[in-house]
């Protein structure tokens, strides 16, 4: 039996986007070309590999089944005929597409930047901000690595846990709270507050851990970035409770204040993310070194919240 290899490419491009055009999009040909290969592929398993359920398609139990063994043939046969070459960081001419969340571009972007400009002059980074919706721009290859506190589940996505911090209250200086001697729970939840949430979400996981003690807050505004909602918070008595190491200097530069949050909350963690495409991509490797020194390097410098 002769085997067409670029069957292999459109297989495995086909059962990770689970469209016929989405695949079409990502290895650059066109949707009838596409539909064309996905007919020599069922004439060639004797399976239909994707059927259509309403307006969207869905992969068959045997399509499931060899997904991952597809993707890891497609990839050696890569570092058969594509073998890896030695980084010349400065010859390297790329451009790397980060999806961060926008307090960690404000507090690790610097240092990332300054490092790979150092390194390799050639290598351009695109900073773009955070959807309000999930989106496929990491499985599609248009975003190379993301960083934000959400563990993604697809299972072809890679996450690595970088670092964490923990949550603070930040206020305007002379707020009514920072004129006693301990913020209470009660305290906490009796003043106004305003969350940060790209969804526009008023409630989290603070919400819960109040309904525990039998307090509730009230949650008057939500703003879509940290930098947003420091604004509202410099101005009035509002409230935020946001990490610390994103927190912090910001704050200083706006003069708030940063108190200690009277609840027991697991650390605000963060999550380096990229597709499993690239987990031997030199270039992709030698950039995940530098963002998890960036954007671990605040943490490690942490101190305590002041008044």
């Keep these: 039996m002769q085997l067409d290899l670029n069957l292999l490419a459109a297989l495995d491009a086909l059962l990770e986007e689970g469209s016929v055009a989405a695949a079409a999009e990502r290895l650059h040909v066109t949707a009838p070309a596409m539909s064309r290969s996905l007919g020599r592929i069922r004439r060639t398993?004797?399976?239909q590999i994707l059927v259509?359920?309403?307006r969207t398609m869905t992969a068959t139990p045997y399509a499931v089944a060899v997904r991952e063994q597809v993707h890891q043939l497609l990839q050696q046969v890569h570092s058969v005929l594509a073998p890896?070459?030695?980084?010349d960081l400065g010859t390297l001419e790329r451009t790397f597409t980060l999806r961060w969340h926008d307090s960690l571009v404000a507090l690790s972007g610097?240092?990332?930047l300054a490092a790979v400009r150092e390194q390799a002059p050639g290598v351009r980074l695109r900073f773009t901000a955070e959807s309000s919706i999930d989106t496929p721009e990491l499985r599609r290859g248009q975003v190379d690595l993301e960083a934000n506190a959400n563990h993604p589940t697809a299972p072809d996505i890679r996450a690595e846990r970088v670092t964490e911090t923990h949550h603070v209250i930040v206020v305007r200086r002379g707020h009514p709270l920072t004129r006693v001697k301990t913020v209470t729970t009660a305290r906490?939840?009796?003043a106004e507050h305003i969350t940060v949430s790209r969804r526009g979400n008023l409630g989290n996981a603070l919400d819960d851990a109040l309904a525990q003690l039998g307090l509730t807050r009230r949650v008057v505004a939500t703003a879509p970035t940290e930098a947003a909602a420091f604004e509202f918070v410099r101005s009035s008595d509002l409230i935020i409770t946001a990490p610390e190491s994103t927190t912090r200097s910001a704050a200083a530069d706006l003069d708030l204040t940063l108190l200690p949050l009277p609840l027991e909350?697991?650390?605000a963690p963060v999550y380096l993310s990229w597709h499993q495409r690239y987990d031997t991509d030199p270039a992709h490797v030698w950039?995940?070194?530098l963002a998890r020194t960036a954007l671990a390097g605040p943490t490690r410098k942490r101190g305590h919240a002041t008044r």
Excluded: K, Q
Aim: no cysteine; charged share 25%; glycine share 10%.
């Design 45 to 47: 398993t004797g399976d």
């Design 52 to 54: 259509r359920t309403g």
């Design 110 to 112: 610097p240092a990332l």
């Design 188 to 190: 906490y939840a009796m």
């Design 84 to 87: 890896s070459r030695e980084l």
């Design 265 to 267: 909350l697991p650390p």
């Design 287 to 289: 950039l995940r070194d």
